[in-house]
C-alpha cells in the first residue's frame, strides 16, 4: 500500500469517527474501509488518532499477486457417426457455430493458484 485516505466525520453523540482506506475513490465509491475507530475528544485527537493507525497499515510489507482463476466446463454429447473421426468433425463444426454451447450448469472444476511468470 502506497498512499491511504482518511475520513472524519461527527456521529449523532458527538464524537468522531475516521474510516481509513486505500485511496478517496474507495469512499466515493462507498467500498469498505481498511480500518477505522471513534475519538470521544476533539477532531485534532481524531486525526493523530486516524494518522497513527495509518502509519501501521503503511508500513505492512505487502506483496502483489497475480492470482489464475481456471473454470472447466464439461458436457457430454451424442452424435451418431460412422467413426470417431467424423464424430469429433460434427461437434467441432456444431461447437464453432455455436450450435453447442456450455454454460455455468456445465461446471465441472475450478483452479486456483498463483500465476508463475
Known amino acids: 500500500m502506497k ?6 466525520y461527527e456521529n449523532s453523540e458527538g464524537e468522531f469517527n475516521y ?26 485527537n481524531a486525526l493523530e488518532m486516524a494518522t497513527d493507525q495509518a502509519k501501521v497499515l503503511l508500513a505492512r510489507k505487502t506483496k502483489e499477486f497475480e492470482v489464475l482463476i481456471e473454470e472447466k466446463l464439461t458436457k457430454v454429447v451424442k452424435i451418431e457417426a460412422e467413426n470417431e473421426g467424423q464424430a469429433k468433425d460434427i461437434i467441432k463444426r456444431k461447437y464453432d457455430n455455436q450450435d453447442i454451447v456450455l454454460t ?14
Open 19 to 44: 474510516e481509513i482506506y486505500s485511496c478517496a475513490e474507495d469512499i466515493e465509491d462507498g467500498e469498505d474501509s481498511l480500518d477505522g475507530g471513534c475519538c470521544t475528544s476533539t477532531i485534532e
Open 3 to 8: 498512499s491511504i485516505a482518511i475520513e472524519i
Open 104 to 117: 455455468g450448469d456445465d461446471f465441472s472444476d475450478k483452479t486456483i493458484e498463483i500465476n508463475k511468470r
